[in-house]
């Protein structure tokens, strides 16, 4: 056939031996033409907390992840700026005995957590440490505001963000996160912060989190599934994306650096929405349960894990992610290391 047009030309290398060897390096053609890029400099790697020494916790229902004392987690933050990952997101693990209704611990100097944050940003000043506000690893009630009679208070729960971020800000984190969803807490952390003096201290907001279903192993990790009811009245719709409008222009205004879509896999119309609507940076988190469903189906022989990370990474950044939280992020670096 006679053809002017032959986009084909554009897509020639030699794509199974490249593959096979893992080198997609060897597609010169087809990386001129490539219109989306992934690195481990676009990542951040969500890492799980817990008290002791010398632990390396198995979470079931994430395999290859874990729960680490504070000592072994600084050896596997090491490990991971080896491989080029320069960015965390830090979450704790707290006993049931350190719970209460008002989430004390989350600004106890003395904590696991604020003690960890300033030994990572100790040894390793040179990364960037993301630290999560919300209650719920804290709450005795598993909820991430303050609970009165079954119903999650909204003002009165900006209060104890407010402590907790202060702490986290005074313990040395980079990227302050709210995850809570209430109303107004980026500006009233914003305006705390900066009437602390910390006023390089970013706020990575949560923007339009959903009450999704693909938390789950998440929250066999912490330990901090509800005790009662769900998180349906502060968590978005799943329904909606013009509502993560709304979200995405209150938060900036109120002072947001970042602004979050999470889950990211089924949400990808929203990272794209937000992309398009806002000059901020947009994350995405690639949450538990996507993580979970791939490694699920790659145990069953099922798909490839590698090149199903990496095309679902690819998704999220052509979307219009600049920066993913993934669980994804240290077997990305290896495989890209090969």
Known sequence: MILSKRPRRNRKSDTIRAWAEGNRKSDTIRAWAEETTISTKHLIFPLFLTEGEKKKEIIPSMPDIFRFSTDNLLKEIEECCKLGINAFALFPHLEESQKDKFASQSWNENGLYLQTIRLVKKYFPQICLLTDVAMDPYSSDGHDGLVENGKILNDE?????GKMALAQAQAGSDI???????DGRVAYIRQLLDNQNFTDVSIMAYTAKY???FYAPFRDALDSA???GDKKTYQMNPANVKEAIIEAELDEAEGADF?????ALAYLDVIKTLRETSNLPIAAYNVSG?????KAA???GWLDSQKTM??????MRRAGANVILTYFAKEFAQYEQK
Do not use: G, N, R
């Not at 302050?176 to 209430?182: H, K, L, R, V």
């Not at 602004?259 to 889950?263: E, I, S």
């Not at 996507?290 to 791939?294: G, H, N």
């Open 157 to 161: 729960t900006l209060e104890i963000l």
């Open 176 to 182: 302050i996160a709210p995850s809570d969803m209430m």
């Open 211 to 213: 009450a999704s279903s």
């Open 226 to 228: 509800p005790k009662f």
């Open 290 to 294: 996507e993580y979970a469903m791939v």
């Open 298 to 300: 790659a145990a069953q």
């Open 259 to 263: 602004l979050m879509v999470k889950p």
């Open 310 to 315: 990496y095309e679902c990474l690819l998704s």
